[in-house]
C-alpha cells in the first residue's frame, strides 16, 4: 500500500515563508510525477507547482518566481519552498504523486495517489 504524508503547513504572517514535504511510502519502485495542489474554501482544488522524474518543472502563473519545487526521488518526497507568501495563498494544500509504480508481491501496480493536505494560512 502506498499512502502520501505532507508536513510543514501553518500561520505566517504576508511576505513570510513556508516548506512543505511530501513523503511516500511503500514499495515503490518509481514515481512519473510528484505535484501540489491548493484548494481555499469555497473554490476548486488547482495545481500550485508539479515535478516530474526527470526533474522537470511546471508552476501556476501566481506561483512562479515565489514557490520552488524540489524532489528526492531517492526519499520518494517533493518538497515546496513558498516565498514572499500573499494572504490568497492561504488554502489546504494537497500532495499529489502520480504513476506509482509499487510491487504487491511479484507483481507491479501502478497508480495516482494524494495526501490528506496540510493547511497554510497567511495573515495580512
Known amino acids: 500500500q502506498v499512502q502520501l504524508v505532507e508536513s510543514g503547513g501553518g500561520l505566517v504572517q504576508a511576505g513570510g515563508s513556508l516548506r512543505l514535504s511530501c513523503v511516500a511510502s511503500g514499495n515503490i519502485f518509481s514515481i512519473r510525477a510528484m505535484g501540489w495542489y491548493r484548494q481555499a474554501p469555497g473554490k476548486q482544488r488547482e495545481s500550485v507547482a508539479v515535478i516530474t522524474q526527470d526533474s522537470t518543472t511546471q508552476y501556476t502563473d501566481s506561483a512562479k518566481g515565489r514557490f520552488t519545487i524540489s524532489r528526492d526521488n531517492a526519499k520518494n518526497t517533493v518538497y515546496l519552498q513558498m516565498n514572499s507568501l500573499r494572504p490568497e495563498d492561504t488554502a489546504a494544500y494537497y500532495c499529489?504523486?502520480?504513476?506509482?509504480?509499487?510491487?504487491?508481491?511479484?507483481?507491479?501496480?501502478?497508480?495516482?495517489?494524494w495526501g490528506q493536505g496540510t493547511q497554510v494560512t497567511v495573515s495580512s
Open positions: 499529489n504523486a502520480e504513476g506509482v509504480t509499487y510491487y504487491k508481491g511479484p507483481l507491479p501496480y501502478t497508480n495516482d495517489y
